[in-house]
């Protein structure tokens, strides 16, 4: 089975630089993708297929993958940023779809 | 623009029923699979059932499957989720949610409908 591994917490000064990684294991070479989700409201796609930016997401989202992990790097980080951040994949053969646990940003 | 709705959600008791919908609008439904996501409360997003464009492959959770049924009806553009044998732990935000078929991942959310589960 498929599991996604981010730390609970990640803390960024305003205009630094935010990582947020996702462990992967067994995925293969599965996409995948990123949401941003600020309290009250349903998740937004950030990235999709590792490392592309649907329109309308700032450039300063990025993603990308190394090995067996993926990594959400948001740049010069605003107080807007704060939010929940998940990872996500798809199993196109039994259409399961799999989230990380999911990573609280914290802009200090 | 899509558009999805969801609708149904409310407080039950443990061991009853419940249905909720998910209207579509903005897009050629009968063309989409459509999933339930849901999240309890203080926890992350739980991918809960799948549904192929024309209903002839569905499929669920570990944590649902034998209690809930999914199901559409193309010609309303509509989505649903029987939930039968309810326990607390389904208390949760529903969203359906349209996936990208070809990279699996998703475009489009609805506001999501609250389930309570409580004696």
């Known amino acids: ?108 | 623009q899509v558009q999805l709705v969801e609708s149904g959600g409310g407080v039950v008791q443990p061991g009853r029923s419940l249905r909720l919908s998910c209207a579509a609008s903005g897009l050629t439904f009968r063309s989409y699979g459509m999933h339930w996501v849901r999240q309890a409360p203080g926890k992350g997003l739980e991918w809960v059932a799948f549904i192929s464009n024309d209903a002839s492959q569905k499929d669920y959770a570990d944590s649902v499957r034998g209690r809930f049924t999914i199901s559409r009806d193309n010609a309303k553009n509509t989505l649903s989720l029987e939930m039968n044998s309810l326990r607390t732990e389904d208390t949760a935000v529903y969203y359906c949610a349209k996936i990208r078929r070809t990279s699996g991942y998703y475009e489009d959310w609805g506001r999501g409908t609250l389930v309570i589960v409580s004696p």
């Open chain 1, 1 to 108: 089975s498929y599991v996604l591994t981010q730390p609970p917490s990640v803390s960024v000064a305003p205009g630094q630089t935010a990582r947020i990684t996702c462990g992967l294991t067994n995925i293969g070479s599965k996409s995948v993708h990123w949401y941003q989700q600020k309290p009250g409201q349903a998740p937004l796609l950030v990235v999709y297929d590792d490392s592309d930016r649907p329109a309308g997401i700032p450039e300063r989202f990025s993603g990308s993958k190394s090995g067996s992990t993926a990594t959400l790097t948001i740049s010069r980080v605003e107080a807007g940023d704060e939010a929940d951040y998940y990872c996500q994949v798809w199993d196109n053969f039994s259409d399961h779809v799999i989230f990380g646990g999911g990573t609280k940003l914290t802009v200090l």
